[in-house]
Nanobody, 122 residues
């Protein structure tokens, strides 16, 4: 079993930056792909970015490509989401999840964190 805890969310002005962290417990974390998803009020959970277990492969939603960067440090059981040039439409609760492969669909993820709120003001 893997337990995940997200942190780093907050309130930021449009154009600003935040770095989210996903801390994992469990010896098998390094064998999992990790994905970041977000969910705004009244909307479905949507894919943001994912990274393979080795970190060699990364994937991004078109809406964040060129602005967000996902990375991981398996020695520390951490995954990061660096978010630059933030826009009001990035406002959501951000979740990290683990899966066997870096899927883009939420239902394929096995474990989730509790989420961290990101609010971008205009």
């Amino acid at each position: 079993q893997v337990q995940l805890v997200e942190s780093g969310g907050g309130l930021v002005q449009a154009g600003g930056s935040l770095r989210l962290s996903c801390a994992a417990s469990g010896r098998t974390f390094s064998s999992y792909a990790v994905g970041w998803f977000r969910q705004a009020p009244g909307k479905d959970r949507e894919f943001v970015a994912s990274i393979s277990w080795s970190g060699d492969s990364t994937y991004y939603a078109d809406s964040v490509k060129g602005r967000f960067t996902i990375s991981r440090d398996n020695a520390k059981n951490l995954v990061y989401l660096q978010m630059n040039s933030l826009k009001p439409e990035d406002t959501a609760v951000y979740y990290c999840g683990v899966a066997r492969r870096p899927y883009g669909r939420a239902f394929e993820y096995e474990y989730w964190g509790q989420g961290t709120q990101v609010t971008v003001s205009s």
